[in-house]
C-alpha cells in the first residue's frame, strides 16, 4: 500500500524520458518561440499599436486638422521629442520629475505606513471598526483636490501640504481594500491555526496579515494611481516645482511642445510606480506567483 | 521524533448529557440533543448520521470551538474549553495556509509550540517523509492534488503529537481511488502512533472499514441512535469488503441511516408523492419500502 501511496506522489514524468545530446541552438530557439508565441504575439501587437497612435498624432498634427477638435496648436511627436532631448539634459526638469516623484514616495508611504495596519485592526477589533469606519466614509467621497484650499491652511509649506494631498488620495483606497482582505478571510483557516496551538497574536501573524495580503496589494496598485492624480492636480495649483507645475507652466508660457512631454512624464512615471508595487506583491507573496 | 512516537494509548474523550443550541429570530434551534459518547484511548470511533444532523457539531465541541449549551466534553479528564494543540483537527476543505509551503505547514504547531527552527525543520522532513511527502516540501499546497493536501492536513494535525485526531469528513472531497489510498495511510499512522481518533463521515462503507465502533445519529435534532461496535480484524484489506460480515454491518447500517434520511427530509416524501411514483406503501412504512 505504501508504494501506491508513493506512485501517486512520484515526481513528473520528466525523470523517464531517455538522456539524449543537447538539443542545437535552433530547436531550442523554435521550442522557446513556441512556448512563448503568446506573449510574443501581445508583445508585437502591442508595439504596433504604439506605432499606429504615433502615426495618426504625427498626421493629425501635420496636417493641422481641425474637425471639432482643433489640431492646430497641438505639438507634432517630433517637436515633442525634439523638446524632450533638450529637457533631458535641463537640471529644471530633471529636478522636477525628482521632487515629484520624492512627494509620491513621501505621501504614498506614509499612507500604507498609516493605512495597512489601520485596516489591520479595524477588521480585526469590532470597537475600532465602528469608531473609526463612520468618519473614513464620510471622509472618502472628497476628492483629493477638494482638500486643496484646506489643506494650505493646515500646513505651514507648500511642500507639506502637497505631501499631504498626496497621503490622503492613496490612503483611502489602501485603508478600503485592507479592510476589504480581512473581511475576506477564510474562518477555517483560523480554527486550523487555532488547533495548532495558536494564540491572537500569532493568528493575526500568521493568518489574518498573509491571507489578507493580495488585497492590501490592490490597495497599495489603486492607491498609487489615486496618489498620482493628486499630486498632479495639488502641483498644477498651488506648486512651484514639480512635473505637474512644470505642465501648466509650460502652457502659460505657451511651449506647447512641454505639455505634451510633461503629460508623458507624468503616465511613464505612474506606470513605472505601478510596476514597482507589482514586483514588490510578487516579492512578498511567492506562494500567489502563476 | 519524541513527539509523536508515544507508545502509551492516551486520549480518553467523553461527552456526557450533551446538547447544543443555537439562537435564531424565531427562537433556538436544537442541533443535538442528549448526547453521550465516548472515545477509549486508542480507538477509532466514527459518527455517521444523515446531513444535517449535528455530527460536525458535535466534532466541533470536542474541538473546543463550540461551547456545549448542556452537558461537559472532557479528555483524560480535563474539561475542554477552547481550541488546543492536544486535538488535532483535520478539515475536509484541507485548509492547509496557502502562503506556506508544504513543510511551513506542517512546522506551524511546532513553532507556535516555541521550538527552534532547526529542530523543528528536521522534524518536519522527518514526519513528510513518513506520508512519502519528502519530495514536496517547497512546494506550495496549490500546486498539490486533493489527495497530497489532505495527506499534508493530516500530517500537520499529526506534528503536535495531539493525544486525539478529530477529522471532519476529511476524504469528501476526494475520488474514491484516492480515497480508498487514505484511508489506507490513515489507519497505518494511527496503529503507529496509537492515539484516539474520532472521524465523522457519511460514508457508510469508509466508517465500518476504518472504526472499531461507529455511532450511528439521529435525524436533527441530532442525538445517538444506535452505537455499532465492527468486530472485524485488523489489519483490514480491501478485500474484506465484499465479505459477508462486511455486507451485514452494512445493511445494518445502511437501514438505520436511511430511516433517519427520511424524517430528515420530512414532508418532502408523503404518501401522496409515492403515488405519483407508483410506489404501493401497503401500510408499510416507507423506510421498508425503499
Redesign the interface.
Given at each position: 500500500?505504501?508504494a501506491?501511496?508513493?506512485a501517486?506522489?512520484g515526481?513528473a514524468p520528466a525523470a523517464v524520458t531517455p538522456p539524449t545530446a543537447p538539443p542545437s541552438f535552433g530547436t531550442l530557439a523554435l521550442r522557446w518561440y513556441r512556448l512563448n508565441r503568446a506573449g510574443l504575439r501581445a508583445t508585437a501587437i502591442g508595439v504596433i499599436s504604439l506605432l499606429a497612435f504615433l502615426m495618426v498624432w504625427h498626421l493629425l498634427t501635420t496636417y493641422r486638422v481641425v474637425f471639432f477638435v482643433r489640431f492646430t496648436n497641438v505639438p507634432s511627436p517630433l517637436a515633442v521629442y525634439a523638446s524632450f532631448s533638450k529637457a533631458i539634459h535641463d537640471p529644471k526638469f530633471l529636478m522636477h520629475i525628482l521632487l515629484s516623484c520624492r512627494r509620491i514616495f513621501i505621501g504614498f508611504s506614509l499612507a500604507a505606513i498609516v493605512g495597512v495596519p489601520l485596516g489591520l485592526i479595524m477588521g480585526r477589533f469590532k470597537l475600532v471598526h465602528e469608531i473609526v469606519f463612520p468618519v473614513a466614509e464620510v471622509l472618502r467621497p472628497i476628492p483629493a483636490i477638494a482638500w486643496v484650499p484646506m489643506a494650505i491652511m493646515l500646513w505651514p509649506t507648500n511642500e507639506q501640504s502637497i505631501v499631504f494631498i498626496t497621503f490622503l488620495g492613496s490612503f483611502f483606497p489602501i485603508l478600503v481594500n485592507t479592510l476589504h482582505g480581512m473581511s475576506l478571510v477564510?474562518p477555517?483557516?483560523v480554527?486550523?491555526?487555532?488547533?495548532?496551538?495558536?494564540?491572537e497574536r500569532?493568528i493575526f501573524r500568521?493568518?489574518y496579515f498573509?491571507?489578507s495580503?493580495p488585497h492590501v496589494f490592490t490597495g497599495l496598485t489603486v492607491g498609487m494611481g489615486v496618489a498620482w492624480v493628486s499630486l498632479i492636480a495639488a502641483e498644477m495649483i498651488s506648486g512651484q516645482y514639480g512635473i505637474g507645475y512644470f505642465t501648466w507652466e509650460a502652457y502659460s508660457l505657451v511651449q506647447y511642445a512641454d505639455i505634451a512631454l510633461g503629460m508623458i512624464a507624468i503616465g511613464v512615471l505612474g506606470l513605472g510606480s505601478s510596476v514597482l508595487i507589482r514586483g514588490a506583491g510578487r516579492l512578498v507573496?511567492?506562494?500567489?506567483a502563476k | 521524533m519524541s513527539e509523536v512516537s508515544v507508545n502509551t494509548p492516551k486520549g480518553h474523550i467523553e461527552v456526557k448529557n450533551f446538547s447544543l443550541a443555537y439562537e435564531t429570530i424565531e427562537g433556538a434551534v436544537q442541533a443535538v440533543t442528549d448526547t453521550q459518547i465516548h472515545v477509549k484511548p486508542g480507538e477509532f470511533v466514527s459518527i455517521v448520521g444523515p446531513s444535517g444532523c449535528g455530527k460536525s457539531t458535535l466534532l466541533n465541541a470536542v474541538?473546543?470551538?463550540l461551547k456545549p449549551t448542556t452537558g461537559i466534553v472532557t479528555v483524560d479528564g480535563e474539561r475542554v474549553s477552547?481550541?488546543?494543540?492536544e486535538?488535532?483537527?483535520v478539515?475536509q476543505?484541507y485548509?492547509?495556509?496557502?502562503?506556506?509551503t508544504v513543510r511551513e505547514n506542517v512546522e506551524?504547531?511546532l513553532k507556535?509550540?516555541g521550538m527552534p527552527r532547526s529542530q523543528r525543520e528536521r522534524a518536519a522532513r522527518t514526519l513528510l517523509g513518513l506520508?512519502?511527502?519528502e519530495?514536496?516540501e517547497k512546494h506550495?499546497p496549490?500546486k498539490l492534488?486533493g489527495?497530497?493536501k489532505q495527506r499534508v492536513g493530516i500530517v500537520?494535525?499529526l506534528a503536535?503529537g495531539p493525544k486525539v485526531l478529530l477529522l471532519d469528513e476529511p476524504f469528501g472531497a476526494l475520488d474514491a481511488q484516492?480515497r480508498v489510498?487514505m484511508q489506507?495511510?490513515l489507519t497505518?499512522m494511527w496503529q503507529r502512533l496509537k492515539i484516539s481518533v474520532l472521524f465523522v463521515t457519511h460514508d457508510i462503507d469508509e466508517a465500518i472499514f476504518l472504526s472499531d465502533r461507529v455511532y450511528c445519529m439521529t435525524a436533527r435534532p441530532g442525538s445517538i441512535k444506535a452505537e455499532i461496535p465492527i468486530p472485524l480484524e485488523r489489519p483490514r484489506q480491501q478485500s474484506m469488503m465484499m465479505s459477508s460480515e462486511f455486507l451485514a454491518l452494512r445493511r445494518g447500517l445502511m437501514s438505520l441511516i436511511r430511516e433517519e434520511s427520511l424524517k430528515a427530509m420530512g414532508g418532502e416524501i408523503n404518501d401522496m408523492g409515492m403515488q405519483g411514483l407508483n410506489i404501493e406503501l401497503h401500510g408499510h412504512s416507507l423506510a421498508d419500502v425503499i
Open positions: 500500500m505504501p501506491t501511496a508513493l501517486e506522489a515526481p477564510d477555517v483557516l480554527r486550523a491555526a487555532q488547533c495548532l496551538g495558536a494564540r500569532s500568521e493568518v498573509p491571507a495580503l507573496m511567492p506562494w500567489s | 474541538a473546543g470551538f477552547g481550541p488546543s494543540a486535538r488535532g483537527m478539515f476543505q485548509s492547509l495556509f496557502p502562503w506556506k506551524f504547531g507556535m509550540r506520508a512519502g511527502l519530495a514536496f506550495y496549490e492534488s489527495g497530497m500537520r494535525a503536535t484516492t489510498i489506507q495511510i497505518n
